[in-house]
Every structure is written in C-alpha cells, then in structure tokens.
C-alpha cells in the first residue's frame, strides 16, 4: 500500500494574518481600523456627491479628482472584507478564489490610483505652463477618454495575476503574510513553478516606477515654468495650486517606497513593521485625500461649510 503524501495535497484555504503575538486584542485593534474605513468611505462620497452635483465643480482638475476618489473606495472595499473577519470575527480562512479576486482588486485599483496620480499631474502641468489652452485641451469628452484608457489599461495589465496563480498548484504553505491576498504574498506560496509571476510581476513593478518617473518630470517642468515668473507672490499662488496634488503623491508612493525597503532589510525588521506598513499603504491614502483635497480647495472646503450651516 502506498503511503499517501501529505505535502502533495493540494490545500483548498489560505490563512491570513492579523497582528502575530496580539490575537487577544483583535477587538481593540478593530476598533480604529472600522473608525478609518468609515472616515474614509464618507469622506470619498462626499467629495463624489459635491463634484456631481455642483456645476461650479464640472472642471478637469474635479473630474480626476472624483477618479481618485472612486479609486480609494475601490481599495476601501476590497480590503474592507478580510479586514473584518479577521479582526472582529477571528475568521483568518480564506479559499483560493475569493483570495485570488481580492488580490486582482487590490492591485487593480492601486495602478488606477497611481495612474490618476499621474493624470493630476499632466493635468496641473498643462494649467501651469500652457494656461490658455487648458479648457481646449482638456475637455469633457477628453477627460472621459483618458479615464477609460487608463481603467482599460490597469485592468488589462493586472488580469493575468488572478489568471497565472490560478494555474500554480498550492500543496505546502497556506499561510499568508497580511491580513488580506497579495499577488507576491500568494505566488510564495505555490510549490509549482512560478518564474511567470516573478516575471510579470516585476514587469507590472515598472510601470509604477514609470508613473512616478512621468509624475517627477512634469514637477521639474512646472518648477522651471514657475522659476520664470518675476513676481514672488504670483510664484506661491501657482505653487499653491500643486501642494494638494503633491500631498496625494507623497501619501501613495512613500508607504510603497518604505514597504519595499523592509522588505529588502527583512532579516533585521520585525514582521510587525512590516504587516503594519502594508496596512498603511491600503487605509492611509483613502483615508488622508478627502481631508487633504478638502482643505486645501477652497470651492470644496466652501461648499461643505456652506451644508453643514
């Protein structure tokens, strides 16, 4: 009789982690998580409600404003499930396709955020250096445009994800390193071959760092645009209008930055650092945009006050 493997059993679920060490406190750590998920919910449909519905607001700089909003709620909502269950319920299980599905979420709409990111900037670009031109350039129809390509694009480059690990055969390990589905995270996992996801994964890594390559390069432009003007005063204004956008660059990509640089000095980091900055990476930016778009813009910031009183 042939004694049966146990290794080579395929598994069926994944466990996610919370916080290793402080399972007991689960409930108390629930407790400011539900706090920034419902902050940063309420806050991206306002800043959607208002641009809907005020005309003043039917602007390109609003428009892609509202695509990053509905990004954030994307990466509110994909996380939001595991999140929960794993913090209020002690429920760590999760089956390989709903994991794979959050995984595609996440990934998909952190490329549409850093894509948008990259649009904000073109777009304070254009009304910096060619400020005449700006309403024939960015018009409504165009704006439409460059959002469905973008969409179009960022689904199109992280569909494979769900789709190769699909084929990976998982038999070993099953648990996982955060408290929700990372493609890197689950591709560690598989005990067959996964060069392709490596690969592609690495590829996918490119384009971000290419989005915030184009992101530096319209700032060096802008900054020498606004070097060429005489006047100081009129200097701060225009770099006034950037500060916003800048703050939403800096809220996105540094989590990102420092997550990678962990990982890179793993041996000397505790893992707790670890889940916590890629905890970081998916509540902070939706959490931190509505506030930082609503005090620094004035139209929105006047129109809120004008509601509540």
């Given amino acids: 009789m042939s004694i049966l493997n146990i290794s080579e059993i395929e598994i069926s679920t994944f466990y996610l982690v919370g916080f290793p060490g402080l399972e007991s406190a689960n409930i108390w750590i629930s407790i400011p998580i539900c706090l920034v998920y419902i902050i940063a919910i309420l806050g991206n449909c306002t800043i959607l409600f208002f641009i809907k519905t005020e005309p003043s607001l039917h602007e390109p700089m609003y428009y892609f404003l509202s695509m990053l909003a509905l990004s954030d709620l994307g990466l509110s909502f994909s996380s939001l499930p595991t999140m929960l269950r794993i913090f209020l319920f002690n429920a760590p299980g999760i089956s390989l ?12 709409f952190s490329a549409m955020e850093s894509s948008v990111l990259l649009i904000m900037s073109f777009d304070r670009f254009i009304a910096i250096c060619n400020p005449l031109r700006y309403t024939t350039i960015l018009t409504s ?16 480059l992280i569909l494979p994800f ?9 038999c070993k390990k099953n648990l996982l390193s955060h408290a929700y589905c990372l493609h890197q995270d689950v591709m560690k996992l598989a005990c067959s071959d996964n060069k392709v996801n490596v690969i592609y994964g690495l590829f996918v890594a490119l384009s ?7 992101i530096f390069m319209s700032y060096v432009m802008i900054l020498k645009a606004v ?5 100081q005063k009129e200097r701060f204004k225009v770099l006034n209008t950037c500060v916003s956008h800048v703050c939403a660059v800096l809220i996105f990509y540094v989590p990102i930055i420092s997550l990678s640089v962990i990982y890179r000095l793993s041996k000397h980091s505790s893992p707790i650092s670890r889940i916590l900055m890629a905890d970081v990476f998916l509540l902070v930016p939706p959490l931190m945009n509505p506030i930082v778009y609503c005090v620094k813009s004035q139209q929105i910031r006047s129109l809120i006050v004008g509601k509540l009183c």
Avoid at 143 to 156: M, Y
Avoid at 208 to 214: A, E
Wanted: net charge positive.
């Fill in 141 to 156: 129809a165009r704006v439409t445009q460059i959002g469905l390509a973008f969409s179009l694009k960022n689904f199109l």
């Fill in 227 to 231: 070097l060429s003007i005489a006047s």
């Fill in 162 to 170: 769900p789709i190769t690990l699909k084929h990976l055969r998982y």
């Fill in 208 to 214: 971000g760092i290419l989005d915030i390559t184009f």
């Fill in 97 to 108: 396709d709903a994991c794979f599905a959050q995984e595609f979420f996440i990934h998909g």
